[in-house]
């Protein structure tokens, strides 16, 4: 029932991984390290729809808000 063998599977979710990790470390920065606040804004990302999602994550990777 997998489409890909398990090691392509896991290397795609470690990629995914590691591509989101610097822009939600900036949310946290940018929520001053309140993990509640930080929750609310990856809440906020996620309901996004995905091209305005990942310009958002973009933006905080590149310092911005």
Known sequence: ???LPIPQVLGASVAIY????PPLRA???REGGDLTRFYAGAKELAELPKAERTARLGELQA???
């Open 63 to 65: 310092g911005g808000s």
């Open 1 to 3: 029932w997998l489409v």
């Open 27 to 29: 949310l946290l920065k």
């Open 18 to 21: 590691t591509r989101l990790v």
